[in-house]
Antibody, heavy 120, light 107 residues
Framework: QVQLQESGPGLVKPSQTLSLTCTVS??????????WTWIRQPAGKGLEWIGR???????NYNPSLKSRVTISADTSKNQFSLKLSSVTAADTAVYYC????????????WGQGTLVTVSS | DIQMTQSPSSLSASVGDRVSITCRAS??????LHWYQQRPGKGPKLLIY???NLLSGVPSRFSGSGSGTDFTLTISSLQPEDFATYYC?????????FGQGTKLEIK
């Protein structure tokens, strides 16, 4: 059974780069018809799709974040990562990684999420 | 971006009640619509995919319907563990977008 686990700093200073990693167990980031996805949720608010990377390395990003976002995969570690540059307080949120499955690209499973706070 | 309008934003109901949550897309999304349940402090869990397909292991009291722009999630007989927040999600066109959520509370 595939499981995902987010990790990274819980506190990032304004203007710096937020870096998170998602470790995949029970499956491989390099195989199957999957997209590996990042989604975030500010406290008390809804879900915002950040972007995804396919097993072949193709990426799609939310245009609202595209200039600041990079999603990459490290197949040797079975991980994929998120980098978000020039962060502000508006980037404070719980960040989730998830696997998008099949032609319909529904997301399952999700990680438990990690809170990132942007503050000096 | 495709806008997803979910209603109601909150709902009070009792154990055993039948409830429905609707999601409307700003343009046709075929059946690229999925429903998730989120409990406090947890990541969302997929319930229904492609509008009406129940994920394996999800209780049969959950059902989904719709196509095009209008979709519905129905819970036929609420159980205590169903009180949570529900989100719809369209994956027809990137960027994927979500409804604003429906918080289901105990009456």
């Amino acid at each position: 059974q595939v499981q995902l686990q987010e990790s990274g700093p819980g506190l990032v200073k304004p203007s710096q780069t937020l870096s998170l990693t998602c470790t995949v167990s029970g499956g491989f980031v390099s195989s199957g018809a999957y997209y590996w996805t990042w989604i975030r949720q500010p406290a008390g608010k809804g879900l915002e799709w950040i972007g995804r990377i396919s097993t072949s390395g193709t990426t799609n990003y939310n245009p609202s974040l595209k200039s600041r976002v990079t999603i990459s995969a490290d197949t040797s570690k079975n991980q994929f990562s998120l980098k978000l540059s020039s962060v502000t307080a508006a980037d404070t949120a719980v960040y989730y990684c998830a696997r998008a499955v099949g032609q319909q690209l529904m997301s399952a499973p999700w990680g438990q999420g990690t809170l990132v706070t942007v503050s000096s | 971006d495709i806008q997803m309008t979910q209603s109601p934003s909150s709902l009070s109901a009792s154990v055993g009640d039948r409830v429905s949550i609707t999601c409307r897309a700003s343009q046709s999304i075929s059946i690229y619509l999925h429903w998730y349940q989120q409990r406090p402090g947890k990541g969302p869990k997929l319930l229904i995919y492609a509008a009406s397909n129940l994920l394996s292991g999800v209780p049969s009291r959950f059902s989904g319907s719709g196509s095009g722009t209008d979709f519905t999630l129905t819970i036929s007989s609420l159980q205590p563990e169903d009180f949570a927040t529900y989100y719809c999600h369209q994956s027809y066109s990137a960027p994927d977008t979500f409804g604003q959520g429906t918080k289901l509370e105990i009456k």
